[in-house]
């Protein structure tokens, strides 16, 4: 739909708006041939948080992880890691292993589905037909068609294999407990994961990056990643860096250059260390930063929610919905750091990790198209190597699950990784049951509408400047800033 | 001509798709070439994004585009006050409660895919503000968006592939059966479920029958026993194929040491007592195993209980096998 607004410019409304996880409507007022501004609207209210007001506590584990299908097994460890910090334990060592094998094969599993299926066909589409990549970008990436398609879904549900072996199923699974987890394995079962992820391995060195993750995970700066595209081994990945300098997806989709990362994974680093594979933290104006959890708020200056007044620390949260008609816009709240807007994701975890590419891309171009899906796909490379490394960790025999008793009165935050970003869940328990419940998802601080102040969120923030071409319905540069931070909106109007 | 499919998501989690992408032997586009079905649209797959999208929806509404089956994903929420604004198709500024409607009048079957969209499930869940509920059910209760007495062109009611989620073959095997004209009335059951996968109960299989059949229980996470006395599981009264047909190569609830809790009923959500803990009356679990009468269940338990080998008695509260089954040379050797 569009329509003229005033002195020129025109409104485009884009929805639905697929490959993304959930129902997505972006409106832009587009002028001279670019996008001016943009609002992003979460079309759709689901009301999770309402629904475990009241329950017992442990009932969480079943409800909160069915606020998403993609990111299940993240919210379900943000509800362990709640439950687990208001019962004052933590949990065994051989569940503290296997929980971050169960997360990081969903992440993994993401970040495939993300480039393979929900980002790259876009640049299969005719409007690209003439490009000198077009050819190979069609024979592999054409939506549903392509050959990439076919040998991902493939690749992927090998994956998950890890889930049918540590977790039951996958999506939503109950094996995450505050205490550890509820399946142990043996010997056997751990030789079958390795052999699980050889065979991924095996898939993204031959299709992905055409050599060993090693290399990729080794990759230290821009100038590398220039060598990759123009002399590196033939895969999807030098495709798409190839794609990406000739469109220069670098210079597109920047927003603030601010970003925030819970940290993942912990006890995943070394073995018999506690430090987090992937420290928390953030980034910002080239450094990390400590993260003060406490900092974080969420506003519904233009929410369809009551108490829009003032920003809302979560623990004193609300989600009552109400369609406001005037300035509201959105179902989705607004997250703010110390008033701030953060972006989230794999890109902010290799920052605050200190992976070099990452820290270059992002000192060059900041926050862009390049930087967030290189990001990801460096992220998968050095997630798979640690995850073979993690299987070796686990001990027959050893304890899975510590003792759990009821849970009682207290709050604590639940804070981890989703393959899009950070994800807290703030738990309140009064009377043995559940007072309050507020989660920020990671699609809330990407996919944020505007604050109090009228600050823009990142991905608000991100498309403005993008350009249009005439006639264009959907604006090409608008999907690919929209997909490169591979959003969730089921998640973010839990 | 190909059987041709519209996918729709709505008050859900989108768990359903993403288990269907994990269809395996062979993977889920091998599958639904091989069978001559054809996704004219699925949210997560399709190239067509905003106007692309609404113009199919036009042409199916208009009968240029022949619909053979609308597979909606997600509860239909009806709320705010019967407007159903809840849900607004992004780009559309129409509920999609009334594109659900629309669309369902001109296909030849309906296929509610998981618990939400046939029933409500996790989306309706107390309170329920946002008034969502099945398609053609309201948690037990016939009527739903779509009302008790709908039928959709070719002639069924709507089919509810339930299950919280969906095991990607329950979908792929319903879209092969009616793409051959394959399944009828009588092939589903009263709540509406394709009976190839729901008149089996989830007991079938099970690795835990062995401590079932003694009683042996687990009390704790990662335990080995049946989970059926304390921990919540109602697998002997679910209905699903988990444990035979399993899961991402291999899995099911049960074996990944959680309660089975009934995920493909109506109502599953609200059980009524917390999931993982098993609701008794007198020491006796409240929900017994379908068919069976509670005083035989009552008697053969006592009985089975005393019978419990040590075996068995040791293994059920350990994470790991203690005692193994013995070796035993047979006597006429």
Known sequence: ?494 | MAFTVLWLQSGGCGGCSMSLLCGESPDLLTTLRGAGIELLWHPSLSERTGGEARDLFDDILCGRQALDALCIEGAMLRGPEGTGRFHVLAGTERPMIDWMRDLAAVARHVVAVGTCAAYGGVTAASPNILDACGLQFDGYYPGGALGADFRARGGLPVVNVAGCPTHPDWVTETLMLLAQGALDGDGLDAFGRPRFYADQLVHHGCTRNEFYEYKASALHPSEQGCMMEHMGCIGTQAHGDCNTRLWNGGGSCTRGGYACINCTAPEFEEPGHPFARTPKIAGIPVGLPTDMPKAWFVALSSLAKAATPDRLARNAVSDHQVVSPPCRTPKWR
């Open chain 1, 1 to 494: 739909m569009s329509g003229m607004t005033e002195q020129g410019t025109t409104r485009l409304v884009v929805g639905p708006f697929n490959r993304v996880e959930g129902d997505l409507e972006v409106r832009l007022d587009i002028a001279d041939g670019q996008v001016r501004a943009a609002q992003v609207n979460a079309t759709l209210f689901r009301g999770i948080e309402r629904i475990l007001e009241g329950r017992d506590p442990m009932d969480a584990l079943a409800i909160a992880p069915r606020i998403c299908g993609i990111c299940s097994v993240s919210q379900s460890h943000a509800v362990a890691l709640a439950l687990a910090g208001v019962m004052g334990i933590g949990p065994a060592a051989n569940g503290q292993v296997a929980t971050n094998l169960i997360l990081a094969t969903e992440n993994l599993a993401d970040h495939l589905t993300h480039f393979h299926l929900f980002f790259m066909p876009d640049f299969a589409r005719a409007d690209y037909e003439g490009r000198p990549w077009f050819a190979r970008a069609h024979a592999r990436f054409a939506a549903m068609r392509g050959t990439a398609a076919r040998s991902i879904l493939q690749t992927r549900a090998l994956l998950l294999h890890v889930m049918g072996v540590l977790a039951g199923h996958w999506p939503h699974t109950l094996a995450i407990q505050p205490g550890g987890v509820s399946r142990g394995v043996g010997m056997q079962e751990c030789a079958r994961l390795g052999s699980i992820l050889a065979g991924v391995r095996a898939a993204l060195e031959e299709n992905l990056f055409g050599t060993v993750l090693e290399e990729v995970a080794a990759l230290a700066d821009v100038a590398a990643l220039e060598t990759w595209r123009t002399q590196g081994p033939q895969g999807d990945f030098r495709l798409f860096l190839e794609i990406a300098a000739d469109l220069e997806l670098e210079r597109s989709g920047r927003a603030y250059d601010r970003f925030l990362s819970y940290g993942a994974y912990p006890g995943g680093l070394a073995a018999g260390e506690e430090a987090r594979l992937w420290p928390g933290g953030l980034f910002v104006d080239g450094g990390t930063r400590a993260l003060e959890i406490a900092a974080v708020t969420e506003d519904h200056a233009v929410s369809h929610m009551d108490d829009h007044d003032h920003p809302h620390p979560p623990f004193a949260g609300s989600t009552i919905p109400r369609l406001r008609d005037g300035a509201a816009y959105s179902w989705c709240k607004a997250p703010r750091l110390s008033g701030l807007p953060y972006e989230t994701g794999a890109l902010a975890r290799q920052l605050v990790a200190g992976q070099p590419l990452a820290r270059d891309l992002v000192a060059r171009g900041g926050g862009n198209v390049l930087s967030r899906v290189v990001a990801r796909l460096v992220e998968s490379a050095r997630l798979l190597i640690a995850m073979e490394g993690w299987v070796r960790m686990l001990r027959p025999g050893a304890p899975w699950c510590h003792v759990q008793g009821a849970v009682p009165d207290g709050r604590a935050v639940g804070m981890t990784e989703a393959a899009r970003g950070a994800l807290g869940h703030w738990l309140r328990v009064e009377g043995g049951r559940i007072a309050g419940y507020q989660i920020i998802a990671p699609t809330t601080w990407n996919f944020s509408p505007r604050d109090g102040s009228g600050t823009p969120g990142p991905l608000e923030r991100a498309l403005v400047g993008a350009p249009v071409r005439p006639g264009e319905r959907a604006p090409l540069s608008v999907q690919h800033i929209v997909r490169s931070f591979d959003p969730c909106m089921a998640c973010t109007v839990h």
